[in-house]
């Protein structure tokens, strides 16, 4: 038979496991579950219960990196980007926008004011953002002592040298780690949200036709030789992202 609890029987002493299912808290491996899920999924778990939806709006370290992929990417406005980088509190550190095109340049600014600690800002094909909109977005963060390290514009329509040598003088790179950076050859284009590559900014002005655009160095070891070398680095091949324009190893 079964012992009985009396009045004088003190209650056994909450586990570390219960005391953290505690009602209207969630599990600790629960937020750790919710960190790895893409925007459109987390969103979706919002919408499951009230537990959930309160677990996924009120922790702002599960929105310090906010991606926005397709096929959310057409859905999100100023204001619906304004709300979802909000419940970062200020702490928004990355913030990837792949193809937004009803995103503007008032809209990020908004978003940037908001976050001055952002040191990762993504913003390919993007089409509503301007070369102009996105001086000011990284002149905001210097002037805020910010510490931007990537930026990628692949896309940004009329985006000239004298735009990109403004970014490039405010980005917060010493000229070190820049002559340093890893060579990107790796032709996965697609792949725009790819973060392998050491590069603080992802478009640099071509050597051939003279815009502002995705410019791929060559993997073949003479072309990395004239590179070091420097004053025949000109003459090194440089494979464009455009398969129009390519232009053949001149060994």
């Given at each position: 038979?079964?012992?009985?609890a009396?009045?004088?029987t003190p209650p056994p002493a909450p586990t570390p496991a219960a005391a953290a299912a505690a009602p209207g808290e969630p599990h600790e491996a629960l937020l750790l579950a919710l960190g790895h899920l893409r925007l459109r999924d987390l969103l979706a778990?919002?919408?499951?219960?009230r537990r959930l939806r309160g677990a996924v709006a009120g922790h702002p370290l599960l929105w310090r990196r906010v991606a926005v992929e397709p096929p959310l990417s057409h859905r999100v406005t100023?204001?619906?980007l304004l709300a979802l980088t909000a419940r970062a509190e200020g702490r928004l550190r990355s913030l990837r926008l792949l193809g937004c095109p009803r995103v503007s340049d008032a809209g990020l600014l908004r978003v940037v004011e908001r976050n001055p600690c952002v040191t990762e800002l993504y913003v390919p094909r993007c089409t509503g953002l301007t070369a102009d909109g996105l001086v000011k977005v990284v002149q905001f963060l210097h002037e805020r002592k910010g510490n931007l390290s990537r930026l990628r514009l692949h896309g940004i329509c009329k985006m000239t040298k004298d735009h990109l040598d403004v970014i490039n003088s405010l980005m917060c790179r010493s000229s070190q780690q820049h002559d340093a950076r890893a060579l990107?050859?790796?032709?996965r284009v697609h792949e725009v949200?790819?973060?392998?590559?050491d590069r603080h900014i992802d478009v640099d002005v071509c050597p051939i036709c003279k815009n502002v655009r995705l410019v791929f160095d060559c993997p073949s070891d003479d072309c990395r030789k004239l590179r070091v070398i420097g004053p025949g680095a000109e003459d090194a091949s440089f494979v464009l992202l455009d398969a129009k324009h390519v232009v053949g190893a001149s060994t």
């Open positions: 038979m079964l012992p009985t009396t009045a004088s778990c919002g919408r499951v219960c100023d204001e619906v990107y050859y790796n032709h949200l790819n973060t392998d590559d």
